[in-house]
C-alpha cells in the first residue's frame, strides 16, 4: 500500500523559516517526479516545487529564491526547504508522487506564516 505522509508543518512568523519532508512507503521516490503543492482557504490547489527523476527541479514564480526542494533517495523522502516565508504561504501543503499512470498524495500539512 502507497503512503505520502508530509510532516514538519506548523506556525511561523514571517521571514522565519519551516522544513516540509514528504515520507514515502509502498513507492520508490527516485522513480516518480515528486511535487508539493498548497491550497490555501478558498482557493485552488497550486504547484510550489517539482523535483523529477533525473534531479531538475522546477519553481512557482512566487516561491523562486525562497524554496528549496531535495530528495534523499536513501531516507526515500523528499523535502522543501522555506525560507524568507510571507503570509501568502499559508496553506495546506501537499506531496504528490507521479509515475506514468500512477498519481499519489499525501495527507497534506498545515503551515501558517503569521504575527
Known amino acids: 500500500q502507497v503512503q505520502l505522509v508530509e510532516s514538519g508543518g506548523g506556525l511561523v512568523q514571517p521571514g522565519g523559516s519551516l522544513r516540509l519532508s514528504c515520507a514515502a512507503s509502498g513507492l520508490t521516490i527516485s522513480y516518480h517526479t515528486i511535487n508539493w503543492y498548497r491550497q490555501a482557504p478558498g482557493k485552488e490547489r497550486d504547484l510550489v516545487a517539482t523535483i523529477t527523476t533525473v534531479g531538475a527541479t522546477n519553481y512557482a514564480d512566487s516561491v523562486k529564491g525562497r524554496f528549496t526542494i531535495s530528495r534523499d533517495n536513501a531516507k526515500n523522502t523528499v523535502a522543501l526547504q522555506m525560507n524568507s516565508l510571507k503570509p501568502e504561504d499559508t496553506a495546506v501543503y501537499y506531496c504528490?508522487?507521479?509515475?506514468?499512470?500512477?498519481?499519489?498524495w499525501g495527507q497534506g500539512t498545515q503551515v501558517t506564516v503569521s504575527s
Open positions: 504528490n508522487a507521479r509515475f506514468q499512470w500512477s498519481n499519489y
